[in-house]
């Protein structure tokens, strides 16, 4: 789903039923409090730090970390969203597209 290796998970029980997810792209964990209380099973989101990772485990929450490359993924629905909102308003953009620049500044090594 998340187009990566590998994904970061935590949660106290992986066999965890899950219903209702909350989703947030780049450094969210600073809001995994917020989406616990508004009901959510889970949280997708990224560069959640060590210390709240350990918050998240007290808490019983679930967190799906698959990395800052939150970004890559949301970006051809953001183009797609950007290109929908500049007819519907009359933008004067002359071009909408999803880059396709890999900006993550990591090595993975398995």
């Known amino acids: 789903v998340f ?3 590998t ?3 935590i949660a106290n029980d992986l066999e965890r039923p899950i219903q209702t ?3 947030l792209g780049g450094d969210g964990g600073s809001e995994y409090p917020a989406t616990l209380a508004a009901g959510a099973d889970a949280y ?3 560069d ?3 210390h709240v990772g350990h918050d998240v485990l007290a808490d019983d929450f679930v967190v799906i970390d698959p990395d800052h490359h939150m970004e890559a993924i949301a970006k051809p629905k953001m183009a ?5 909102w500049q007819v519907e308003n009359n933008w004067a953009l002359t071009r909408v597209f999803a880059s396709t620049v890999n900006t993550d500044p990591y090595t993975y090594i398995f």
């Not at 797609?80 to 929908?84: C, D, G, K, P």
């Open 3 to 5: 187009d990566v290796a």
């Open 7 to 9: 994904v970061r998970v």
């Open 21 to 23: 997810i909350a989703v």
């Open 44 to 46: 997708v989101t990224a």
């Open 48 to 50: 959640l730090y060590y």
């Open 80 to 84: 797609e969203l950007v290109q929908r």
